[in-house]
């Protein structure tokens, strides 16, 4: 680590419903780059770091063929996503 750069931490928890809340201790996005987080390659204004701007992307994908939403906001603790998945019954297997 560099003597300049921050640390940045991350957790994942769950909501009151068992879904995955995944926070990171990054600084706020910016609105612009809300509505793009999850096209590939996209990298908000100002990223810092390693990074494709494929994670997101490759999750919302994965998380569709489920199916399932997954969401973006700015928390108070940092970045946050949210995931939603629906409950297999083994029915979606035949169709």
Not at 14 to 37: H, R, Y
Request: aromatic letters at 6%; glycine letters at 12%.
């Amino acid at each position: 680590m560099q003597p300049n750069e921050a640390v940045m931490t991350a957790g994942i928890a769950m909501d009151i419903f068992g879904n995955p809340l995944v926070t990171n201790s990054s600084a706020e996005i910016l609105v612009q780059d809300m509505e793009k987080i999850f096209d590939p390659f996209h990298r908000g204004k100002g990223a810092k770091g390693e990074g494709t701007g494929l994670g997101l992307a490759i999750t919302k994908k994965i998380v569709a063929l489920h199916p399932g939403d997954i969401a973006a906001r700015n928390a108070s603790q940092g970045f946050q996503v949210s995931i939603r998945l629906s409950k297999f019954t083994g029915q979606e297997a035949l169709i």
